[in-house]
């Protein structure tokens, strides 16, 4: 995992499953801090290290977050990168070094038109490669002048992720921010990442996770491949195309989903640290691939 500079460590909190989880007074504890943190923070100027930036930048609220009840997984950005903290959190937990033999690793990450894609390419090392879910041929176009204006490099390429073109055992790490919620056929992407990691390869993912034992099934996609709603349509803001349907809330069920996919150490992982910006809530996947 990446390293915690500075005087103050990074508690991670793991868990195989939901019944390792419960009543973990550490994960008690860790909520009680971050609830105590929160009614003492001045939102207009919090100190903190980002573990992205490796420095002393200090947080913010996004522009619009409320800033009574704020959502600090997806609205406490870095000064300096504007990362959130569920994004900070998730990269800070791809192991490092990805190989153990001195080649450069290949990263995959299911995006690729985004802030975070630009600054994986630019500070990690080894091939840093995205794609997008576009069916659109014009909205195509405006991804990679898009991507260019970042200061991407390369093509956008376009990929479905339950039906990926790279080889079997071909890549070093999947790292997935919150697309899993909106795939009607999860399972099928998440044997695809099985598929394409080497052994000893790893998969970082983070979805909506209700911290309970069982998956929330809020639409699915019938027979007839229409959408049936199974719950309040619930829509995630998307700067590239609009709001996205959300079809699952995850359990700590989906953990033997990814065993079953031939991950062999599946872990949920939450990170806490105020200073680094980290409260409680931030559940992570780390998933290993087993020996073939």
Not at 195 to 202: H, P, T, Y
């Given at each position: 995992m990446m390293d915690h500079t500075g005087s103050t460590p990074i508690a991670l909190h793991?868990?195989?499953s939901w019944q390792a989880r419960v009543?973990?007074?550490?994960?008690?504890?860790?909520?009680?801090?971050?609830?105590?943190?929160?009614?003492?923070?001045?939102?207009?100027s919090l100190p903190g290290r980002c573990q992205l930036c490796d420095t002393e930048t200090g947080f913010h609220l996004a522009e619009g977050a409320d800033r009574v009840q704020p959502n600090l997984?997806?609205?406490?950005?870095?000064?300096?990168?504007?990362?959130?903290?569920?994004?900070?959190?998730?990269?800070?937990?791809?192991?490092?070094?990805?190989?153990?033999?001195g080649a450069a690793p290949r990263i995959y990450v299911t995006e690729q038109v985004t802030r975070t894609f630009v600054w994986m390419q630019q500070?990690?090392?080894?091939?840093?490669?995205?794609?997008?879910?576009?069916?659109?041929?014009?909205?195509?176009?405006?991804?990679?002048?898009?991507?260019?204006?970042?200061?991407?490099?390369?093509?956008?390429?376009?990929?479905?992720?339950?039906?990926?073109?790279?080889?079997?055992?071909?890549?070093?790490?999947?790292?997935?921010?919150?697309?899993?919620?909106?795939?009607?056929?999860?399972?099928?992407?998440?044997l695809e990442?099985?598929?394409?990691?080497?052994?000893?390869?790893?998969?970082?993912?983070?979805?909506?996770?209700?911290?309970?034992?069982?998956?929330?099934?809020?639409?699915?996609v019938d027979a007839q491949g229409q959408v049936e709603h199974l719950l309040e349509p619930e829509y995630h803001g998307d700067p590239i195309g609009g709001g996205v349907l959300c079809y699952y809330h995850f359990g700590?069920?989906?953990?033997?989903?990814?065993?079953?996919?031939?991950?062999?150490?599946v872990h949920m992982v939450m990170p806490w640290s105020h200073t680094y910006g980290y409260h409680y809530g931030l559940w992570t996947l780390v998933a290993k691939k087993g020996a073939a």
């Open positions: 793991a868990f195989a009543d973990d007074p550490g994960l008690r504890d860790a909520w009680l801090a971050s609830e105590r943190a929160k009614a003492d923070s001045d939102w207009n997984r997806e609205s406490l950005l870095c000064r300096r990168c504007q990362h959130n903290a569920r994004i900070r959190a998730a990269l800070g937990l791809l192991p490092s070094p990805l190989r153990q033999d500070h990690l090392d080894g091939e840093v490669i995205g794609s997008e879910f576009q069916p659109d041929a014009r909205k195509r176009q405006v991804l990679g002048a898009r991507l260019q204006a970042m200061g991407g490099r390369g093509e956008v390429c376009f990929q479905d992720v339950t039906r990926l073109d790279f080889a079997d055992a071909s890549l070093d790490a999947v790292v997935s921010f919150d697309v899993l919620e909106h795939v009607p056929d999860y399972r099928a992407a998440i990442f099985g598929r394409v990691l080497r052994a000893g390869g790893v998969c970082v993912a983070t979805f909506p996770f209700t911290d309970g034992p069982t998956t929330v099934v809020r639409a699915r700590w069920d989906v953990l033997d989903v990814f065993r079953s996919a031939g991950f062999d150490d």
